[in-house]
């Protein structure tokens, strides 16, 4: 062992003397021959020139020792390595376009596998990550998925469950902050002690949680996730033991959370389920039925998760018979349980699973071009070859040192593409925390280098060996054929040609698949959302609930509130609403179902009561947001807490519930019939939660008659967004202790919701562009090549009489059949990958004909472009030259 590995230093770092003495080795041997051809009765001359036949080569034998001896593959790597390099670097044309034509496929690879890597793949940020499970209650007969928990369910889970190290419950609760510079509206996580401890979270200042905190009458405290403790302070290294006030009590920050994930939605601070007023109330929590929470848990060691989810769902059932008012049958009540990974990125995985195939086809694209342009280059190489081979170069000689050429050009493309990859990452994360609250944890690490490195290498072997192994002639015979002409044989012609029709199939496929995204796009843009976006600014605003601690103090707030905002220059309407249409919040939580029943049409026992998306809006709400008015009449300042309790219902509620009879004037309870609300109105269908959703059945009921909405519009008759510092003082002048959040324009608001698919129809448009550019350079480059090629047969026929128009047209129709023979396989491809994308697409069929039509005419338009450019130099052919050359 310790001999070869000196042999082989020896070799790599006295390389002289080696070659010296192996110099001598080889002439005393050929002396030795020599001389025994001598005693044979040969002349010296000849018994030399038998000695030097019987070596084979005095080059080739020393080739050979070099490969056997230690360290001698090395050496002939680095040899490879220095001669591949001054190859490359001798043509500057061939390999500036052979690298950027990687670059751009290696890096469309590593961006996307950044974000499969980061999302996806690495493990979560928190102990024993796989090992964390959400648990959420479904009620799927009754149409509800996510049905959230109640205290004493969460309880009852803790209790009974018997492969659960740990339940912890989470819900969100929006607080106003005092003690800053102006009132913060603060997003609050209200979580058990132990969440954090379940999660394995290890703050990096002060102290999460302990069981102490969560005891009722202990002081409040505050633990800040990292973003809002950097943008709201700066990174205050001392926040911790700085007291704000909330709910009307002083709150102490005890620590700040790493940048982690988290989930459903990311919080500002956290804070124990003791101070939530709500949730620490003794009304809610001996109520069952009162559900806000999540929860999450933690297997017990080697327990698998269909263990976990036969456990809960024995206790569910359990439940069910136990409690059946709080869980009718006929709603078919279970738990269900699953990794909390999954749940993380459950929305994402798709659009990045096909982003990342079709970034696997931009480099399939890539690899066929460059293999062409190596193709064609090697054939101008025959007599460099044949050279090589002739002086002793063995065929494994000669394969090594092309594929050592293509692996240099492939690494030239990863670290270029590298680079791409990197300069577009800020765009790729935020397109992706359109999807999950991982985003933050995507970044161009040591496993992304080193998948850029596989790539590059896989890459560079791949469409290395394509033309290397395109001939089944012997390589060395064929290659001393070579005298400067460039003629390809009839198999190396066929590889070329497969090339072409491969990059137009998948070209046509990918340009498919972008095609139906942007027409998906178009669809969803031109849908109504049921309102009017334009010149309409909504602002969340947040008082001091410990202040307005009863209806009628909230109820008097809101009215001073919309008196002060209507009176402000340039404020036309204005009204206050529990949420609004594509309002991101609603979207998260809604939609807000609750049980009614129709007066005269009593519920069966058993049966589930009618749904409908419950809300509440003041008068000028619809004026302000034109909801179109229907029928009846909207809510006025007369509907107030003395009068007649009022509703107004949508169009979908009045078709689903009185179908062909007139609504107005009908009556619903949403307490059992202890008190009953008459409808007055209809208004039009709006997309309450998202452009490609159908609407709901809705019922508003009037502010004054709920007493809770936060979320101000306000129409104006010029730029919304320039009346903002007005609206914030004529807020403040109200109350000071108002907190105002959430500032932006519904016309925002609208294109905020069109983003994600957006954003994946220009990613998926661009990997396109880059495959439709890259194929039309092929085609390019193989006319260009075949036209050279087939001077001499152009010319003859021009000579005989051919116009140059006629030649041309044989040429161009010759170059246009791959281009139809590639288009039709790419409609099997694009077939399929229509269908792999249905759940994208959006009012469009994976097999739209627009679609199909107008992308075969673009790649058509571009293949005939691409083919009679180079074409066109057959006119400049001479037939006379052509003669005289035959």
Known sequence: MFRKISDALRSLFSKDEVERDMDAELRFHLEMEIEKNVARGMSHAAARREALRSFGGVEKFKEECRDVRSGGSIESLMQDTRYGARILLRNPGFTVVAVLTLALGIGANTAIFSVIYGVLMRPLPYKDGTQLVIVQQQAPLAGVLKLPFSVKEVLDYREQNQTLDAVVEHHTMSFTLLGGIEPQRVQTGVVSANFFDVLGVIPIVGRTFVPGDEEHGSDAVLVLSHKYWQQSHGGDPGIVGRVFQMNNRPHTVIGVLPPIPQYPVE???????????????????????????????????????????????????????????????????????????????RRAKPTFLILLGTAGLVLLIACANVANLTLARLMRREREMAIRAALGAGRGRLIRQLLTESTLLSLGGGILGLLFAAGGLHLLVNFAARFTTRAGEIRIDGLVLLFTLLVSVVTGLVFGLVPVFSSDQNLTNALKEGGGRTSASASRQRVRNLLIVAQVAVSFMLLIGAGLMVRSLIKLQSVSPGFDPEKVLAIRVSPNWSKYNTPDKTLALFERLLDKVRSQPGVQSAGLASTYPLN???????????????????????????????????????????????????????????????????????????????????????????????????????????????????????????GFANNLLVRTAADPMSITSLMREAIYAVDPETAIDRVQTLEQVRTDAVASPRLTAMLLALFAGLALVITAAGIAGVMALSVSQRRRELGIRLALGATPGRVLSMVMRQGMTFVLMGLSIGVAGALLLGRLMSSLLFAVEPTDPITFVAVSGVLMVVAAAACFVPARRVTSIDPMLALRSE
Not at 277 to 295: D, I, K, L
Not at 296 to 316: E, H, N, Y
Not at 672 to 685: A, E, L
């Open 584 to 706: 991101q919040l609603g979207i998260t939580n809604g939609p807000f179902n609750r049980g009614f029943q129709i007066e005269g049409r009593p519920i069966p026992e058993g049966e589930l009561a009618p749904q409908a998306d419950f809300r509440s809006a003041s008068p000028g709400y619809f004026e302000t947001i034109r909801l179109a008015l229907v029928k009846g009449r909207t809510f006025e300042e007369a509907d107030n807490e003395k009068s007649l309790n009022v509703a107004v219902i949508n169009q979908s509620t009045a078709r689903h519930r009185w179908s062909d009879e007139d609504p107005i004037g009908r009556r619903v309870s949403f307490d059992r019939g202890q008190t009953w609300v008459t409808i007055i109105g209809v208004v039009s269908d709006v997309k309450q939660y998202g452009l490609d959703r159908d609407p709901t059945d809705e019922i508003y009921i009037p502010l004054a008659q709920n």
């Open 267 to 345: 919080e500002d601070v956290y804070m124990p389920t003791s101070q939530c007023p709500t949730r620490s109330s003794e009304q809610f929590m001996a109520n069952r039925n009162a559900r806000m929470m999540s929860v999450f848990g933690r297997l017990k060691r080697d327990v698998p998760v269909a263990q976990a989810q036969a456990d809960l769902s024995t206790i569910a059932a359990n439940l069910q018979k136990q409690y059946a008012d709080s869980y009718p049958t006929n709603r078919g009540y279970g738990a269900v349980v699953s990794p909390l990974q999954e749940e993380l990125t």
